[in-house]
């Protein structure tokens, strides 16, 4: 039998989560009371089930991806390091090749400025809408917890609202091909990521890449590093009541 | 094989770092997606290669006009266009009609793509011809109706970004995916694919 006319469209946006609470209650209500609708709404998900099996979706095959990678368009500007399109040609393309030129040339002090330019890449990633934090909260007792079991370390998520940079949530994030911690602050209008890993200790440097003002430090084995577009002495000084509140 | 112009590989100046990373992180990510859609789309496994390495080119120089929202529903409205473009410009090419001998040997081809272990090999080939049957399905409904199948159930699309990358209305969106679903039904449940025979032969 077929479904009601009426409900035919309300039933896909049912499945598809589209519909907003009320229309979900009256289609749910309907279902409820419509055998026909009800086997229409079975039907719907088995076609979905039979579609989203294993191997329908196309897979790009290697062929395409290597002719992507191969793009002049696509290569890295010269500056760059080669670790970037490493990470993009994927396995098994250039393959060896390419991994003996990496042994060579990824080695410090190359790996600093790609991971300065990763760091900024990603604070500009993370503003885009839905991308800034996975866990939204002003409560540094939900962050931190949040972080365990996702990374093997344990990051500070210090209070600092009361100085001027409330925190609103925490995120992981990749920086260097390694999961990273990302504990996001606010500074007034604008968003500070700080970004925290896993390191040898280093020395605390600022520079300015793309306008974007970063501070990295390191301390107890994890180096940090902040990032925003406010001035870079508010950046230090984020650093400094970071370091304050964390020990 | 269709031939690239020799101007898309003209060499640009190198566009900034900033841009060429982002380009990376938000764009290339979807090249599975576009090649599926490509795929679906020109319903022809070399056609939808040189679909996606045009779209990819035409995307990276269009990437700075790129003003938030989803990239994966930008780079999929270049994608469909491209494949709009090439169809055109193969008039008079037929869409594949996909034999089952055919399906064999592209099965066949599959099973050697996938290195890694597997089932046993029955269950393998069922699977495989249970995947060949789907995708004979998706391949035989209209193109409107198609893409919007393809976008929602196997990309997952939002109706939102499906409304972007097709440029039609939302309450469009929803119809073409109720009569691709019904049509869909008939072919791939069962039940539904005999009482269509039946009424087909009553008639």
């Not at chain 1, 290569?75 to 080669?82: E, I, K, L, V, Y």
């Not at chain 2, 008039?91 to 869409?95: D, K, L």
């Not at chain 2, 196997?154 to 699309?157: A, D, G, H, Q, W």
């Given at each position: 039998m077929p479904a009601c006319a009426d409900q035919e469209l309300l039933l896909g946006g049912l499945i598809d989560n589209e519909l907003d609470a009320a229309n979900v209650a009256l289609v749910e209500a309907h279902v409820a009371r419509c055998e026909d609708c009800r086997e229409e709404l079975e039907r719907l998900q088995a076609v979905r089930h039979r579609l989203r099996t294993d191997g329908v979706r196309h897979v790009a095959p290697e062929s395409l991806s290597s002719r992507i990678a191969a793009l002049p368009e696509l290569?890295?500007?010269?500056?760059?390091?080669?670790n970037r399109i490493l990470r993009w040609l994927?396995?098994?393309?250039?393959g060896a090749l390419a991994a003996s030129v990496a042994m060579v040339t990824l080695l410090p002090p190359g790996t600093d400025s790609v991971v300065d330019q990763e760091i900024v890449s990603s604070h500009v990633r993370s503003l885009?809408?839905?991308?800034?934090?996975d866990v939204q909260t002003t409560n540094q007792h939900i962050v931190k917890p949040w972080f365990n079991g996702k990374i093997d370390f344990s990051p500070p998520v210090p209070e600092l609202a009361d100085v001027g940079f409330p925190l609103a949530g925490g995120r992981l994030d990749s920086i260097g091909g390694k999961t990273v911690a990302a504990i996001v602050y606010h500074r007034r209008l604008h968003t500070v990521n700080l970004y925290v890993w896993p390191a040898k200790d280093s020395a605390e440097r600022s520079f300015v890449k793309d306008g974007f003002a970063v501070t990295e430090w390191s301390r107890n084995g994890l180096r940090y590093a902040a990032v925003s577009d406010i001035p870079p002495a508010e950046v230090r000084q984020f650093h400094q009541l970071f370091e304050q509140r964390s020990s | 094989m269709k031939v690239i112009a020799p101007s898309l590989f003209t060499?640009?100046?190198?566009?900034g770092a900033v841009q060429m990373q982002q380009f990376h992180a938000l764009?290339?990510?979807?090249l599975d997606g576009a090649y599926n859609l490509a795929r679906y789309l020109t319903c022809d496994a070399t056609l939808a290669e040189d679909v996606v390495q045009d779209a990819m080119v035409r995307a990276f120089r269009a990437f700075p006009q790129f003003?938030?929202?989803?990239p994966r529903a930008w780079l999929f409205a270049i994608v469909r266009n491209c494949c709009r473009t090439a169809q055109a410009s193969s008039?008079?090419?037929?869409?594949l009609v996909i034999h089952e001998s055919s399906l064999g040997e592209e099965a066949a081809a599959q099973l050697n793509d996938h290195a890694d272990p597997r089932p046993t090999p029955e269950e393998e080939a069922m699977r495989q011809a249970d995947v060949g049957l789907v995708r004979a399905a998706i391949e035989a409904i209209p193109e409107p109706f198609r893409e919007a199948i393809v976008l929602r159930e196997?990309?997952?699309?939002s109706y939102a970004e499906i409304a972007e990358v097709t440029g039609v209305p939302i309450g469009t969106v929803m119809s073409r995916l109720a009569r691709g679903r019904a049509m869909l039904a008939k072919e791939l449940l069962p039940q539904d694919k005999a009482a269509d025979e039946q009424s087909r032969s009553a008639s």
């Open positions: 290569a890295p500007p010269r500056s760059a390091n080669d994927g396995p098994g393309v250039i885009q809408p839905g991308h800034l934090t | 060499p640009k100046r190198p566009a764009i290339l990510p979807h003003r938030g929202g989803s008039a008079g090419r037929v869409a196997l990309e997952e699309l």
